[in-house]
Structures are given as C-alpha cells and as structure tokens.
C-alpha cells in the first residue's frame, strides 16, 4: 500500500503536467491563430477603398486590361502602343486576376497581395525545412507587419512580386549554400528567373550581389563556384530566354531599348527623358528605417542584449540576412534612379536578422536579462505618425484603436520574462488599427481620386461615348483609360512613357495632330483634359469654328477638362445627341457636384 501511493501521485503530478502542457499548445495555438487572421485582415483590407494612382497602378492595370482584351500577350502594349518598359509576368497575372473576377481596383492589387503574403510563407517554409523553425516563424510574422512590406501589398505595382521572387531565390541559394544539396540553388535560379520576367535584370544582378557579399563575409569567396551550376543556369536561360527572344523578333529597337535605356540608362543616369527620381548617397537610410520600423531598431537592441548567435547555422542566417539588406540599399545608393519602394527586396533579409535576435533574447534567463527599455520608443513614433492624419480626417474611432495600440505594446514590452513573446506578438498586431487606418485616410486623399472623378463626369453626361483627348501629358490621367475601359487619344505627346511609342509609331493610334482633332470635332463632341497651365495653348490649337465651348476646373484647380463642339464642321453623325451645341444645365451640375 505505501508503494502504490508514489505512483499515485507520481502519474498525478504527470498529469497535471501534461494538462498543464496542453493548455499551454492551445493557448499557443490560438495566439498564433489571431496574430494570422488580423494580418490577412491588414492584407485584405483596402485593396478596393483607394482609387487607382494615376502614374502607376492606372498604367500598369490598363496595360493589362489591354492585354486581356487584345490578346498581345508578348509585347504589352499601353493605350494601343508597344511599351516596352517593363517584362510581361506581373501583367499577365494581373490579366489572369480581371478574367477571373473583373476590372475592379481590387483585383489589380490582388496580385501584389498575394505575392506579398506568398513572401512571408516562404520565409517560414525554407527556414523551418532548415531547423530554423522558430527564426522562421517569427522572421514571417515581423515582415508581414512591417509597414512598407504592407504597403507595397496594397500597390498594384511590380515590386512586391518582384520582392517576393528575389526573397524565394536568395533563400534557395542560402539553403544549398548551408545544406550542400545543389537542388535548391536550381530552384533560386528559377525564381532569379521570374524575377526577370518581372523587372528585368536586376533581379539575377541583386541575387547575385547578396551572395557574393555573404560570402566574402564568411571568407569562403571560392564557394560561388559551387553555386555556379550548370543545370541551374539552363534552367534560368529555359525561363527566361523565350519571352526576351520572342520579343526581339517582334520588334527590333527591343533589345537596345530594354537592356541599354531602361535597366542600364536608368541606373547611370543616361535615360532620357527623365521620368524617375534622384537623391544623395544616403537618400534610402530614412526611407529603410521607415518600411521595417520598429523592428530594425528592435533587432540591434536585441542583439545588444543577448549577444553573438552561436556558431552554426543560426549565426550564417544572421549573417546572411545583415548581407542580404546591405547588399541592396547599397546598390541601389550608387544608382542615380532612386525611388523609396526600390529598397523593398532588403526588407525579408531585415526580418531574418531581427527575428534571430528576438529568438536569442526570448530564450536569455530573466535574472541574466535587461529589460530592452528602449524598444517601446521607435513603436510609439511610429504609430503617433500614423494616428496624426487619421485626427486630420475625421477618424476618430481609428484614432483611438491607434491608441489602444499603444498602451497594448508598452503594457506587453514591461510583462513578465515567462509573457515576452505575447509581448513581441502584441506589438506586431497592434500594427494592424494603424494599417487600416492609413489606407481609410488614403481612400479620401483628393488627388487620388482626380481621375475617378474625371471618369464619373464623362460616364454620366449626355455623350459618355464621346472621344477622349489629352492634351500633351498622359501621366496626370493615367488611370483615366483603365476606368473608361477604353482607349483615348494623345494629342501632341510629351509624356515620358509614351515617349518612345511616340517615336516607333509616330502615325499610329492614339497620337494625334491638329488635324487629327478637327477630324474628330467634324463627327460631334469630344473630350479634352489638360492642366491648366496649358488652357490658352490649347484654345489655339481648336479650330477657328469651334464657337461652343465648356470648360470646367479639376481637383484643386490644376486640371480641367473641355467639351467643344463645332457644329459648322458637322457634316454627319449617326446620333444627334452627339452635336448638341450646349450642355444640359444639369450634366453642368453634376459636374460641380462631381469634381
């Protein structure tokens, strides 16, 4: 009898331990599985409330509607023209995203939000098949909540694809770097491949870059032949070689205008015309610590904290993700083009060596450790910055959810040793109010929603089918066409993307002469869209029989659109509607109400 009582209590207190275990999987489970639904809220919400950016998203997207509805599926083509800026795969996905659920703003965002998302699944799946589970999970969880990773999520634009691409291919290099299995490099090369199908070459170039970097970090320089392997090579050339050499023979400037004005004349400085942007050396070091705020100074504290990663695997992943983001901020510092999104790829590499910094701190005795005081300091900045014009526009509800935030990451920061990775996942999830915010304030912003505007006034006036014109510039209405869901007309084109379609197809839709818009004011009215400054140039451009004439200010007094008529020139039209000499005094109206 007095042996049986041990056991009794023995399997008691093992019981008790194991319940106790259990709770503890689940409450693990549970907090994992909110941190998931409120970042794919994040991720979800917005995608449709902002309206198009003009010189970007609308280009890109009707570049794709065009070639959903064309069928040229290897030369894209932007307002009936061969635009040869960029590769075809982010347009092809976004053609793939309006056949399956329409034109919608939403829908020519999905692609970059699902590539973004796609980003932070891979991080987790290569580092867990690595025996870096842990640094995984939290490495995907850190870049899903960095605001320019989610920003860009919410951009119909190519660079979280191409973000994405480049993270996959790096860690393939990385895993047969570490592992010796030359299957994963074959793998990095294919995505190096897409990620030129993407953006061109710079993504093989970044690629490239970074491992040569870690690996002169590491001294082991003689290991990139390793690296150099034949079958991947072939695989990249497999890939990528069909598109490039397909539309080399379609048409011939290809080549010279792809390779030496777009990738290289961009990065020298050479490119003309000069539609990008400029900066000193240091012009990114703001923009990086803003995209992976707060964790970029997190990490380093961390790092202070717990000290050196042992030697291993786990200390090559913190150097390779240091290697990673200095190698890219770097290249693209000496490049004369700089715009802040370029500096996206480096994010995922930032992500890794915070979140190995966080998993060593994590795991340091509450007796051996210091309170990281400082932590708290770059998270409150940045969400008083993103509360700020939330006051401004009137929400006060996201406001106060801002707030919440707040005192949700302080009060987590200051928890107990046992609670610091709810402390670390609180933090993360207080960053979603902020997103959601920022993208409502966006959504009333007035200069985004100039062309949508512009779109709802030619849509519901008395001659909705009416040719469209633009005067000189296409890039202030470059979400016009995608709205109307059909072409217009350039006349006398300066813009800077439609400079070189200017010149392969001087004769060719949608560039128009004079005479061009006398023929078209002879078959009734049309539209004209130009900036204001250009008004008193523009009415000389009318023909002398143009009596009749109605303008009207855009959005902030910097665009106007015209509605002449010439009904001397008139000579036949198959709907009379479309020669009424004046306007219904209550389109007039709604154009008031309307812009």
Known sequence: MNTVLPVTAAARHLGDRSMAGGIADLVRIAGWSVCLALLLLAYGYGLGNIPLLNYTEGLYAEVAREMLAGGSWIIPHLDGSVYLDKPPLFYWLEAGSFALFGLHAWTARLVSALAALAGCVGVWLVTARLGLARIGRWAALILAGMPGWLLMAHTASFDALLATLIAGSLLGFFAADLTGRIGWARWGYALAALGYLTKGPVAPVLVGATMLVFLAWEGRLRDVWRLLD?????????????????????????????????Q?????????????????????????????????????????????????????????????????VVFFSFSVDKGNYYILPALPGIALAAAGALRRWFDMPWSARRRLVLAPVPLCVLFAAAATPLLWRGYGWLAMG??????????????????????????????????????ASLGTAAPLQRSQRLARVIQHSPHPQAPVVLYRHYDPFGALPFLLQRRVWVLQPHSAELYFAARWQPRRRPFLRRRGLAALLRRGPVWILASTRYRPELLRQLPADCTRTRTHPGAAGRLMFMLPTCPRLVTRTPNPRLVKPRLRLATLRHMRRSC
């Open 230 to 262: 034949p079958w991947g090579i072939g695989v990249f050339f497999v890939v990528a070689g069909p598109w490039t050499v397909l539309a080399a023979l379609r048409e011939p400037d290809f080549l010279s205008h792809f390779f030496l004005v777009e």
């Open 402 to 439: 801002v707030v919440a935030g707040i005192a949700l990451a302080l009060l987590g920061w200051t928890l107990a040793a046992r609670n610091r990775r709810a402390a670390v996942a609180m933090s993360l999830v207080a960053l979603v109010p902020v997103a959601t915010g920022a993208f």
């Open 264 to 328: 290289f004349g961009r990065y020298l400085g050479t490119r003309r015309p000069v539609d990008y942007g400029s900066g000193p050396l240091w012009y990114y070091l703001p923009w990086i610590t803003a995209a992976a705020a707060p964790w970029i100074l997190v990490g380093p504290l961390a790092r202070w904290q717990a000290g050196a990663p042992p030697a291993g695997s786990e200390r090559r992943l913190a150097r390779f993700g240091i290697a990673w983001a200095a190698a890219i």
